[in-house]
């Protein structure tokens, strides 16, 4: 049998503020700041999947809880693309876009640990291409303004009490249409009438998420 004093000398479990949480809370942190960052990939229209690549997507967006588990917020998004260099046609074009934007999301805990996402990022984007081809002699206006949407999923794993790492997956989806034109492709890329330019742009995007919570959970 063990006495009392035996049980004292046991050392106990310390748990540290830093240290990733021991069980599920109640409700996430009152507020939060989200990182993202990945490679998109063109998806449509047909033209713009085959004559486009991405470079890279980020974004950062603060959010405030609503419920125990959703939350809303506001962000900012930068993402670059370029002419494909996978053809044999010479063109160094790239397009810039600038978004901001509104999220709603909800977060479910599978464990202590690990939790996945639900968020919609819905705003307004504003593009510019640069290095177009034969710009000074067939002029155009090389601005993009259009509303979008961007559905995303992730999952998350506890590094620390406040932060997480993780992945996502998303899929945007631009009300504009790419027009080969607006950038002299014809002039560089013959093979540019072999491919259908109807339907708005869109790519699918997969990266890196972070998650840091600011304030006290219960």
């Known amino acids: 049998m063990f006495s009392q004093e035996d049980e004292d000398s046991i050392p106990k479990p310390q748990s540290y503020e830093d240290s990733p949480p021991s069980e599920p809370p109640k409700s996430i942190h009152p507020v939060s700041i989200r990182l993202n960052g990945g490679v998109p990939n063109p998806l449509s229209s047909q033209l713009f999947r085959k004559r486009m690549i991405g470079i890279y997507e980020a974004n950062v967006s603060v959010t405030l809880r609503l419920g125990k588990y959703m939350y809303a917020g506001i962000g900012y998004k930068n993402a670059l693309f370029s002419v494909s260099n996978r053809t044999k046609f010479g063109n160094h074009t790239k397009f810039q876009t600038n978004s901001a934007y509104a999220r709603i999301g909800y977060d479910k805990y599978h464990s202590a640990k690990v939790f996945s996402s639900i968020y919609l990022n819905s705003g307004y984007m504003h593009g510019f291409y640069t ?73 699918w995007i997969i990266g890196l998420e972070m998650y840091i919570g600011l304030g006290k959970i219960k």
């Open 131 to 203: 290095s177009v081809t034969n710009q000074d002699t067939k002029p155009h206006n090389l601005n993009v303004r259009t509303a979008f949407i961007q559905p995303n999923y992730s999952i998350n794993f506890f590094a620390e009490e406040r932060m997480t790492l993780g992945f996502y997956f998303g899929y945007n989806y631009m009300l504009w249409q790419f027009d080969p034109d607006q950038i002299n492709m014809r002039d560089t890329d013959p093979d540019v009438s072999k491919f259908s330019t109807s339907g708005n742009a869109s790519y």
